[in-house]
């Protein structure tokens, strides 16, 4: 009985000198925190300051996006995935996952692009994209529709705000308040 009360001193102190620390009222936290590390490399995306790469004027598709959507069809699976402008895949869903084609029926029918689009929007939200491009030119009640059609239902926007200029004061259309502007 003893050795329990004293565990459980030792866990009050502990605790409660881990909550002035994080309370800030701890004498070495008393002054402010001289620097702000952002750790998200997605930060400046989010803000819409970030370099958007535009490219070349002559390429087709155009690279002028932070995320794209890709969506790939093979003879057995779906793939719908996203792609950033660095080239880099942050997410990725597919009916060749285990746990996405034990749900399924047929992997390549409208309800698997349904499910593709659901997990996707799912990841993408938990991951911190919300927004990003698609390039796909879509037929009414195809199974392409459909996967856009739970993204959308997902929270996610398939379009892209534009980069934030900052407008000097020679700019010849500088808003007079940039924040009614936007």
């Not at 701890?26 to 402010?32: I, K």
């Not at 942050?90 to 285990?98: D, G, K, L, R, S």
């Not at 996707?120 to 491009?133: F, K, N, P, Y």
Request: hydrophobic fraction near 35%; aromatic fraction near 8%.
């Amino acid at each position: 009985m003893l050795v329990g009360r004293q565990s459980k001193n030792i866990l009050s102190s502990v605790t409660n000198t881990n909550i002035k620390r994080c309370l800030g009222t701890a004498p070495e936290d008393s002054g402010h925190a001289q620097f702000v590390y952002n750790r998200n490399p997605r930060n400046l995306e989010k803000l819409r300051i970030a370099y958007k790469p535009a490219g070349y004027h002559l390429e087709k598709p155009g690279r002028e996006f932070w995320h794209k959507l890709q969506v790939t069809t093979s003879k057995r699976h779906v793939t719908a995935s996203v792609l950033h402008h660095t080239g880099v895949v942050p997410v990725m869903a597919t009916t060749a996952e285990w746990a996405v084609r034990k749900q399924l029926f047929s992997t390549l029918d409208k309800m698997a692009y349904i499910t593709i689009g659901k997990v996707l929007a799912q990841r993408c939200l938990e991951c911190g994209i919300s927004d990003m491009i698609n390039t796909y030119e879509v037929l009414p009640n195809s199974k392409l529709e459909a996967l856009l059609e739970n993204l959308l239902k997902g929270g996610i926007r398939l379009e892209e705000d534009p980069r934030y200029k900052s407008p000097n004061p020679w700019d010849q259309e500088r808003p007079e308040k940039p924040w009614e502007h936007y």
